[in-house]
């Protein structure tokens, strides 16, 4: 094992295998998954976000009625709408730039969606982003009660079972915890 930068600005210590052709992506994404755990990948994800969402309000990302708004989406494809504005444009391209590694790393899809729901592109996501059973939908709403949710494909779903999101928004998208975070960093 080595240790090695992640893309966020993370050290974890992360199996080297001898041959990439040798171990399936999947096996390289359970190994990732298990080496930098939920407690590294919230931090990384919720830091991401904290310093944008610190001034908005904490929600969840939970609609209560369908929403299929194709003219907030962006004229040209990203990884990254930010429809709410919590972003700032720096901000913004470090995520895509972390979020083209880890997809690099692992042959998953990763997409986040910051918005406030009702004003959200909605369905229309899944035709821009050709969501499939390879991807990963991190919405950040502070809307309702918790500000993360995940909307995993069924690929993703074989290898990390629900109860990883579950955990990973519970802990890192409740109010207590971006109270916390949102009040260290000013």
Request: with cysteine; aromatic share 10%.
């Amino acid at each position: 094992m080595a240790t090695r930068h992640l893309s966020w600005g993370i050290h974890a210590r992360i199996p080297t295998p001898t041959t990439c052709s040798s171990i399936p992506k999947l096996t390289h994404f359970r190994n990732w998954l298990s080496q930098v755990g939920s407690k590294s990948m919230g931090l990384a994800l919720s830091t991401s976000l904290a310093l944008a969402l610190s001034s908005t309000g904490v929600g969840y990302a939970e609609a209560k009625t369908g929403v299929n708004k194709p003219e907030l989406l962006p004229k040209e494809f990203t990884t990254v709408i930010d429809v709410a504005g919590f972003l700032s444009p720096g901000q913004e391209k470090r995520l895509v730039e972390a979020i083209a590694n880890i997809e690099r790393d692992t042959g998953y899809k990763l997409r986040i969606l910051a918005q406030n729901y009702p004003d959200t592109p909605g369905f229309a996501i899944k035709d821009f982003w050709q969501v499939d059973d390879r991807t990963i939908v991190f919405v950040a709403d502070p809307t309702f009660g918790n500000i993360l949710n995940f909307n995993v494909g069924a690929q993703v779903d074989l290898e990390v079972p629900r109860s990883f999101w579950s955990r990973l928004a519970g802990k890192y998208g409740n109010i207590f915890y971006w109270k916390e975070k949102v009040s260290t960093l000013h």
